[in-house]
C-alpha cells in the first residue's frame, strides 16, 4: 500500500507553511518523521 500523493502534499505544505523547510528537506524526511512534525505543529496550534 503507497502513502496516498494528497496527504503527502498536506504534510508538505503544513510543515513547510510552519518551518520554512524546502519541498526536498521535507521530502528527504522518513514519513514518521514527518508525521511527527505534523503533530507537534498541531500541538503548538492548539495552545
Do not use: C, G, P
Amino acid at each position: 500500500m503507497t502513502y496516498a500523493a494528497e496527504r503527502i502534499h498536506e504534510e508538505v505544505a503544513y510543515v513547510a507553511y510552519h518551518f520554512h523547510w524546502s519541498l526536498d528537506q521535507i521530502l528527504d524526511l522518513e514519513h514518521a518523521d514527518r508525521r511527527r512534525y505534523v503533530k507537534q505543529i498541531a500541538r503548538l496550534n492548539s495552545r
